[in-house]
């Protein structure tokens, strides 16, 4: 690091990038090692089974899922086509001008 003027220190992209490197490993390493601690569950522990029989579930209460068979009420729509304008060009299209 080298002094200015004003009596600070520069600090070079390349010390500030290894630095912002230096910070997030240690904050991995913390994060691990915070997992490891608050975890509950141990190497030397068998895992519980499951329990033997059918899987019992609570009924539904959020709502209800209603069908509506009548027909939707309105004016009849009828299709539209439009007239056409040009005549039909053959594929593909050349490039000359008649």
Do not use: C, N, R
Not at 32 to 48: C, H, I, K
Not at 52 to 78: A, F, R
């Amino acid at each position: 690091m080298t002094e200015t003027v004003w009596g600070w220190s520069q600090v070079s992209s390349k010390q500030l990038k290894l630095a912002a490197a230096g910070v997030g490993a240690g904050a991995v390493v913390a994060m691990g090692a915070l997992g490891v601690a608050f975890s509950d569950v141990s190497a030397a522990e068998e895992p519980t089974p499951a329990p033997p029989g059918p899987v019992t579930t609570s009924e539904i209460t959020t709502g209800e899922t209603v069908t509506d068979s009548s027909e939707v009420e309105g004016p009849q729509t009828s299709v539209v086509v439009p007239p056409i304008t040009t005549t039909p060009s053959t594929f593909p299209p050349t490039a000359e001008q008649h």
